[in-house]
């Protein structure tokens, strides 16, 4: 069995086969009790994004459309908005259930608490 | 957000609106030296209508007030410094695709740039600046008498 100890990239296959051109960036911290993810979203609303679990693997996804009307006002371009999935695999150790996630400021901070780790002292007779 | 018109500011590798020399020489020394590294620079937007530019910088996770912005002769400087999210830094990051902790990026205006005009605004993680411009002088069609 293969432990994984952090939030594994699990999207590769979505941008291998050029379903997206858009790949938001990710940043995971983690702490004693709790693993966190923050979203590079700017110009996102939070009704732009779905969060979504299934069989231990997180989901970021937007399906929003960005009109490109005013493509010709354009003079320079660094930061193209796009629809986007990106999947991570998590740790056994994560309590699916408490997931909980935040959007401020154009960052999407996923909240991942860990279970406790099991300690049991067994003293000698 | 004030726009502050600064006395003298250092500015290294000023890009133009419109020869658009970009990334290496748009990048301030902080970036390649020991206080940044090459996430710290935030992505730029330019669109121009007929009235006014407008630039997008993204930049998520600030405040406001952590923008400066200042104008020194034609060259528009936005830069940041969060000492707070530097400190946050050193917290236990497994993986590490973004931070904007810090940097400077500068911008030579047009000379039909209305600096008098110019404002910002931060929402949702994008800094958007609005620069109109002057209004152009219509010089209005002479017709010359053939005699």
Redesign the interface.
Request: glycine share 6%.
């Given at each position: 069995m293969i432990m994984i100890s952090?939030?594994v990239?699990y999207s590769t296959r979505n941008y291998r086969e050029n379903k997206y051109q858009f790949r938001p960036?990710?940043?995971?911290?983690?702490?004693d009790t709790t693993?966190e993810l923050?979203v590079?979203?700017?110009?996102?609303?939070k009704s732009d994004v779905n969060v979504t679990i299934e069989k231990g693997v997180l989901t970021i996804e937007s399906n929003k459309e960005w009109t490109n009307e005013?493509k010709h006002?354009?003079?320079?371009?660094?930061?193209?908005p796009k629809a986007f999935k990106r999947s991570f695999l998590l740790p056994d150790n994560v309590i699916e259930e408490q997931i909980t996630a935040s959007a401020?400021?154009?960052?999407l901070t996923i909240t991942l608490n860990k279970r406790p780790v099991f300690r049991k002292e067994v003293v000698v007779q | 957000m004030n726009l502050i018109k600064a006395s003298s500011f250092p500015t290294i590798g000023v890009s133009s609106f419109s020869s658009m020399i970009d990334e290496l020489f748009n990048r301030s020394l902080s970036d390649f030296g020991a206080t940044g590294n090459l996430f710290s620079h935030p992505s730029v937007n330019i669109k121009e209508t007929d009235n006014s530019f407008e630039l997008e910088l993204a930049a998520p996770g600030l405040d406001k007030e952590d923008f400066k912005i200042n104008l020194e002769q034609d060259v528009l400087n936005i830069s940041v410094e969060k000492q707070q999210l530097k400190e946050e830094e050193d917290k236990n990051y497994r993986t590490k695709e973004f931070s904007y902790a810090a940097f400077k990026r500068s911008f030579q205006l047009p000379q039909n740039v209305n600096v008098e005009g110019i404002n910002a605004n931060y929402d949702k993680g994008i800094l958007t600046l609005t620069l109109p411009k002057k209004e152009q002088v219509v010089k209005a069609v002479r017709q010359i008498e053939i005699n």
């Open positions: 952090k939030p990239d960036n990710v940043n995971v911290l983690e702490s693993f923050q590079f979203l700017p110009g996102w609303d005013d006002l354009w003079k320079h371009r660094e930061f193209i401020n400021n154009g960052i | -």
